[in-house]
């Protein structure tokens, strides 16, 4: 017969147990053990094949049962030596029949164990990614560890052929299924009997974006992490792993997803990163990300995935006004830009003008078009859509001074961001100093005609030519910003500086970057200051040295 018992959420099935059970542990028949009540119940709660019955009464009278069924047995004689050969098979078989039955039982464990460890597998892959195989009748599934809503992969159930379940050897396809989905929130469906209406989960499952989808994953990991027993740590961490590379491939290949903007998606997390309490978060993503961008760029080198991602940023930046709240939050984004190594290497190198002889290229790079932000008439003369004094005549003096004063917070603001940028870039890398400092030196050099008499009394080529002077009147507070650690009164900082430089003529583009020389034509308007050797600049700097 069998006998089939469900303890602890196991089943395990005892087949041919009654010698084990008699025989193993000490369960053996001795009087002295039956004759001493307290010695027999201590021994029934230790004997660990006690656990198989729901209770130690019914294991006590499976155990007399056994015994009355058990022939009286008589010491072996010597004269009978078959009789001894016959008890020792039969010892033998004993033995071996114990050993299958614990064996079963062992692969019964284990057996659960593995569907165990499957099913909480499942579960959390569900919970990171809020996906399924399992298009299963709610009611049917336990609620604990479980989405709410997750979207069904119903192609990928389909060829794997009745298996519901999602797992490490799967989850990458998944996946990659999954962000493929031009709609995800039509394939949603209810993983609890609960039919409340639950906006977030249908908001969250059903993302339809890449990046924000694959960010909101790396989260859910991340928790994760902190919250699954050991057994299930890697598979937690290979999740985070997942969604940190499929960011990478997004990124590479944007053109197989279709009708979406990647890189506008990465810039877009950027600012909801720096406008909300997240922004740490958003910035450890980007930075595992940018890692494994920089790792594989067979595809696409890393230049290639951050230029659309700057000419986006141009476009948004350039229509924004000095006080619009958002015109701030880019300005952190390019800060942070200018703080990690590599995307600032790429921001100078986007920002290089493609004809550095012509100084209006320099207002149209990203760096121009965000100095060009400014409280004046961006074209002179024209008052349409200026965000500041429309009718000053009907202003009273108290609302001209309360404005006054706001264009005078957002510049101070404006230009504190601005000089912490270029300081950035400057301290960066040398060659990000090299490729900075010959923008400013290119620029100035480009738009020295504008500093002519002629140039204002020709706008209309003036505007062809040259850069406005909103741009000059920010660039020119950004410089005074960064000159004025060598401008305070006996500061060691002075004796780096060199008062020759103005005097150095031409130079070759090696010797300029060996000698960090990048202004051109400095020359022609400061040339009379270095015929002698005794004039006012080497007697000045020579005084400072001197302290």
């Not at 165990?116 to 049917?140: A, Y």
């Not at 100093?433 to 020295?448: D, F, K, V």
Request: proline share 4%; glycine share 4%.
């Amino acid at each position: 017969t069998f006998h089939s018992s469900r303890r602890g959420g196991y089943s395990v099935t005892v087949k041919k147990t009654s010698r084990l059970l008699v025989s193993a542990c000490g369960w053996r028949w001795c009087p002295s053990e039956m004759t001493d009540q307290g010695n027999n119940n201590q021994s029934f709660s230790r004997n660990p094949f006690a656990a198989l019955f729901s209770s130690l009464a019914d294991a006590k009278q499976f155990a007399s049962g056994q015994k009355q069924q058990q022939p009286n047995t008589q010491p072996p004689s010597d004269e009978s030596g078959d009789s001894a050969e016959d008890s020792d098979n039969s010892v033998s078989d004993s033995i071996d029949d114990n050993d299958d039955s614990l064996a079963e039982i062992s692969r019964s464990f284990r057996s659960q164990q593995e569907i165990c460890q499957q099913l909480n597998v499942n579960h959390m892959i569900q919970r990171i990614f809020l996906i399924t195989l399992d298009n299963s009748d709610p009611s049917l599934r336990g609620g604990n560890g479980i989405p709410p809503r997750c979207v069904y992969l119903e192609e990928m159930a389909a060829d794997l052929d009745g298996q519901d379940w999602l797992d490490m050897d799967n989850i990458e396809q998944a996946l990659f299924n999954r962000l493929l989905l031009p709609e995800p929130g039509n394939h949603l469906i209810y993983m609890t009997s609960s039919s409340t209406v639950n906006l977030s989960a249908d908001r969250d499952a059903g993302e339809k974006s890449a990046m924000p989808y694959l960010f909101a994953c790396y989260q859910r990991a991340k928790e994760e992490i902190t919250k699954v027993p050991e057994k299930l740590l890697p598979y937690a961490q290979r999740c985070k792993n997942l969604t940190v590379s499929n960011a990478h491939t997004v990124l590479l290949t944007p053109e197989i997803y279709v009708s979406q903007n990647i890189y506008e998606q990465l810039l877009d997390l950027l600012l909801d990163g720096v406008n909300g309490a997240q922004l740490e978060e958003v910035l450890e993503f980007v930075e595992e990300v940018i890692t494994a961008l920089l790792a594989d760029q067979e595809v696409r080198t890393f230049g290639e995935v951050m230029v659309p991602v700057l000419d986006i940023l141009h476009g948004r930046v350039k229509d924004l006004d000095l006080c619009q709240l958002l015109l701030y939050s880019y300005l952190d984004i390019l800060l942070y830009f200018s703080r990690q190594r590599d995307i600032a290497k790429v921001l100078v190198e986007h920002i290089q003008p493609k004809d550095p002889s012509n100084g209006l290229q320099y207002q149209k790079t990203l760096l121009g078009a965000v100095l060009n932000i400014s409280c004046l008439l961006k074209t002179p003369g024209v008052v349409e859509n200026h965000s500041f004094f429309l009718n000053p005549s009907r202003s009273s003096p108290q609302e001209m001074k309360v404005q006054e004063s706001n264009i005078h917070q957002f510049m101070g603001q404006f230009h504190d961001k601005l000089h912490q940028i270029l300081k950035n870039l400057l301290q960066q890398s040398t060659e990000t100093r090299h490729l900075l400092l010959s923008w400013l030196g290119g620029c100035l050099q480009a738009n020295a005609g504008r500093t002519k008499i002629w140039a204002n009394q020709m706008p209309e080529i003036f505007f062809q030519m040259y850069a406005s002077d909103a741009f000059f009147l920010n660039l020119g507070a950004v410089l005074l910003k960064l000159c004025q650690p060598f401008c305070r009164p006996r500061s060691t900082k002075l004796l780096t500086f060199n008062p020759t430089y103005c005097a150095l003529k031409e130079l070759s583009e090696e010797e300029r970057r060996n000698r960090n020389v990048h202004a051109q034509g400095l020359v022609i308007f400061c040339g009379a200051l270095f015929r002698r050797r005794n004039n006012v600049v080497f007697v000045a700097w020579r005084k400072a040295v001197q302290g």
